[in-house]
């Protein structure tokens, strides 16, 4: 069975979750604390009306730089990412 606790133990790289929403964009870093974990980084940015359409990209470079302005005020420096994208994207 799969736990989010094992996969935490075997991996040293920590991963940036990135969600991607007509809502905005939200980013997280978790932290390991003993058995426990805390957050990291955080930010959330708003995407432009209409950036999001049935579930597709189709303002590319306003979500690119609402990403980048997320990435930065979070603070984090982690390369690695997993990302949740609308179903239709």
């Known amino acids: 069975m799969f736990s989010v606790g094992s996969w935490f133990r075997h991996h ?3 991963v940036l979750g990135v ?3 007509p809502a905005g964009i939200r ?3 978790l932290a390991r604390e003993g058995k426990h974990f805390r957050v990291a980084h955080y930010a959330q940015e708003s995407v432009p009306p209409g950036a ?4 597709g990209f189709s303002q590319m470079e306003s979500l690119t730089e609402s990403l980048r302005r997320a990435l930065k005020r979070s ?3 982690s390369k ?3 990302m949740a ?3 239709g994207a």
């Open 12 to 14: 040293h790289t920590p």
């Open 19 to 21: 969600d991607v929403s």
């Open 27 to 29: 980013i997280m870093e």
């Open 52 to 55: 999001l359409r049935d579930g």
């Open 75 to 77: 603070g984090t420096r």
């Open 80 to 82: 690695t990412a997993a």
């Open 85 to 87: 994208l609308p179903s």
